[in-house]
């Protein structure tokens, strides 16, 4: 019985050992402590699991200059971020495009969104270039202060980067607004106890 503890526990030094300090696994995918977006070096500030009634539906990495457990710190902080997402199912452009649009409609009022609109639209249309962010997917959101958003699929860029800080913080808010699309999931992105 003692000989099965001490395996037991020796078996989990290992694996808790296996991931650096601050590095995370969300559902299989591991999210790196540390990254390089561009010129900067940005920091996991939480990992998480975006689920869909029973659906586990994308693992979600935010990464940010300096680790903010604050929602709002968080979105307005200067300088790069990134968010990262792996597919862990198949979901067609207009879907994914659609959610993204429902969670900034729920955290701006009508004219926010209006001028956001067009911005949306370049968004779905490089989804749309896609058909269909299949599971297994790496999609990355790099938000680039000055620049806009610029994403890239399996390490490749797509589309031309989508203008504006705005539009950028208004991504962020999808998870970390007042009204995010899961709450534990807004609690995990911030490093947060769940």
């Known amino acids: 019985m003692a000989t099965r503890l001490i395996h037991g526990f020796l078996g989990l030094l290992l694996v808790a050992g296996a991931l650096p300090a601050g590095a995370a696994e969300v559902a ?5 402590e540390r990254i390089k977006a561009g010129s900067a070096e940005l920091v996991l500030n939480g ?4 689920k869909r009634a029973f659906f586990q539906v994308y693992a979600i990495g935010l990464y940010l200059t300096e ?3 604050v929602a ?19 979901v067609d452009a207009a879907t994914f495009t659609e959610a993204l649009a429902d969670g900034m409609r729920a955290n701006h009022d009508a004219a926010a969104m209006k001028a956001l609109e067009p911005r949306v639209a370049q968004l779905a249309a490089i989804m749309d270039e ?6 297994g997917l790496s999609i990355v959101l790099d938000l680039v202060p000055g620049t806009g958003v610029a994403m890239s699929v399996e390490g490749k860029p797509r589309g031309n980067p989508i203008a504006g800080d705005d539009f950028a913080r208004a991504l962020l808010r999808v998870w970390l607004g007042e009204k ?3 709450d534990d999931l807004k609690r995990a992105l911030l490093g947060q106890p769940q």
């Open 72 to 90: 709002a710190e968080a979105i307005a902080a200067a300088g790069a971020k990134r968010v990262a997402i792996h597919m862990l199912r198949d």
């Open 180 to 182: 995010p699309v899961q």
């Open 28 to 32: 299989g995918v591991k999210f790196e």
């Open 47 to 50: 990992a998480g699991l975006r």
């Open 67 to 69: 680790k903010r457990p």
């Open 130 to 135: 896609l058909k269909e962010a299949k599971k």
